[in-house]
């Protein structure tokens, strides 16, 4: 199954997701990533929804990534004796420690570290920025405020610090607990919430000791401030436009976006753009221009791969919905304007050896009557350097290595083919020209780019390029051994 657009589609499973024929029609549709989200279901219904993705993959013959995002800390308000209760703009009101059960005045915020950190002037958000207040007088177990923004409080409701790095680890027992339970399940990508500082992925890293990539969330100030810290530290991104847009005023959110993803794009590391992409499908089988044009600037922009989430997890039109991206993609990528959009914001950054390599191979291909790029990759490396040059033609990443290529399936362009492993060009040449025949990219009168590396099977080692023929007679008449 060969898709016809380079950006990726993600779906979240969920409730509305769980069974095998409809996450397999969520990837005949265009879905090349599944996410469980970590958040809900246990770990039981978890590990069915993988396996069916790995039933799913097993069928298809094509690979699939599984990104299992973890929760993060979640702070909450306590509970009110008497219900809901109304805040009004100019009111006192105060955080404390005090478990007791709230009223009109207080209630408890279980969470000494906010007031560890809190100076008089921040603010704290309520319900996800409904209610505003800003602090007065604060201790180490209270927070004397004054709402600026009034509305209902009720119990457990959210609580964001957008003024504040907070004395908190990006990763909570739970959280622990559930990174071992999808290492061990096999996942792809680990999606971390709460990311604040490059040391919070440091840990995340440690912990999954090279079972699965680490794909940082960028949804809180902090993160945006340290951003190029993280990036250096991470293996992907996800810009989770949801928590941005409330602990930073709404309409920094597209600038930021922007930024973040050409900023992915130079360090060569995927970048995913999420939340409320196409929010109204969650009840329409229709979206909204508006969101239709919100999934398309992100793919303007070159970003790697769009997001579904409440969409997909709990709609009444989950396929659908990975059907509308699917057609939107294709839209965009056929606009001329795209070409122009992506060429021009290219790095033009040279610094190794297979940084040459691969701007040669689009170049080349580009110029040239060649009908797509062959990367052999044993890290993904040179696929994801080839991505960052977003070629015209398209790329097929080859290697021996599944978890490699379920990881590059978040990467802009990959069509991951899994070769046997390989110990002289020759063979790497021929089982190129197979894939690009095999799967519609070339037929035997036509020529590919092959690069790669050698000595075979060794990470950081892509040294050549090769313009090859698709007919196999030819390659064998042509190639020295």
Not at 90 to 119: M, N, W
Not at 200 to 216: C, F, H, N
Not at 297 to 305: C, H, M
Not at 396 to 403: I, N, P, T, Y
Request: proline content about 6%; charged content about 25%.
């Amino acid at each position: 199954m060969r898709r016809h657009r380079k950006v990726k589609i993600v779906a979240t499973l969920g409730p509305a997701s769980s069974d095998f024929a409809t996450i397999r029609a969520l990837f005949e549709a265009g879905a090349d990533v599944f996410r469980l989200n970590m958040s809900h279901g246990t770990h039981e219904e978890q590990r069915a929804r993988y396996d069916i993705i790995r039933r799913v993959e097993a069928e298809s013959g094509r690979p699939i990534a599984v990104l299992a995002d973890l929760q993060g800390p979640k702070l909450r308000v306590g509970t009110f004796a008497q219900g809901p209760h109304d805040l009004a703009d100019g009111q006192a009101f105060r955080f404390d420690l005090d478990p007791a059960p709230g009223d009109a005045s207080r209630v408890q915020l279980p969470h000494p570290e906010i007031f560890a950190a809190l100076e008089p002037g921040a603010e704290l958000l309520v319900n996800d920025g409904k209610i505003r207040l800003r602090v007065e007088a604060c201790g180490a177990d209270f927070a004397d405020c004054v709402v600026t923004a009034g509305g209902a409080i009720s119990n457990r409701k959210g609580v964001n610090v957008p003024d504040v790095v907070l004395p908190l680890a990006a990763l909570s027992d739970k959280d622990r607990d559930d990174l071992e339970f999808a290492c061990g399940l096999g996942v792809d990508w680990l999606a971390l919430s709460f990311v604040q500082r490059p040391e919070d992925v440091i840990e995340a890293r440690e912990l999954a000791k090279g079972r699965a990539a680490i794909l940082s969330k960028i949804e809180k100030p902090a993160a945006v401030r340290a951003f190029s810290e993280i990036l250096k530290v991470s293996d992907g991104i996800m810009v989770a436009r949801g928590d941005l847009g409330v602990e930073l005023p709404v309409h920094s959110v597209p600038p930021i976006q922007k930024r973040l993803v050409r900023a992915c794009r130079a360090a060569a590391k995927p970048v995913i753009v999420a939340t409320q992409m196409l929010e109204s499908m969650i009840e329409s089988p229709m979206p909204t221009r508006a969101e239709v044009s919100d999934v398309a600037t992100a793919i303007y922009e070159g970003a790697d791969a769009v997001m579904l989430s409440a969409e997909s997890a709990a709609g009444a039109y989950p396929v659908e919905a990975v059907a509308t991206m699917d057609n939107v993609a294709r839209s965009v990528e056929s606009d001329p304007t795209y070409r122009d959009i992506i060429e021009s914001s290219r790095s033009a950054r040279r610094q190794t050896v297979a940084d040459a390599i691969v701007a040669a191979a689009r170049e080349i291909a580009e110029t040239t009557d060649i009908s797509c790029i062959c990367a052999f990759t044993q890290s993904g490396t040179t696929a994801s350097l080839t991505a960052r040059e977003r070629p015209r033609v398209p790329i097929v990443a080859m290697s021996s290595e599944q978890g490699t290529l379920r990881r590059l399936c978040l990467t802009w362009g990959t069509h991951c083919v899994k070769t046997p492993s390989l110990e002289r060009f020759k063979q790497a040449v021929v089982n190129a020209a197979k894939a690009a025949r095999d799967f519609g990219f070339a037929d035997e009168s036509n020529q590919i780019v092959v690069m790669a590396g050698v000595p075979f099977n060794v990470p950081g080692t892509t040294n050549i390029l090769r313009i090859a023929p698709c007919d196999e007679r030819l390659i064998y008449r042509t190639d020295p051994e």
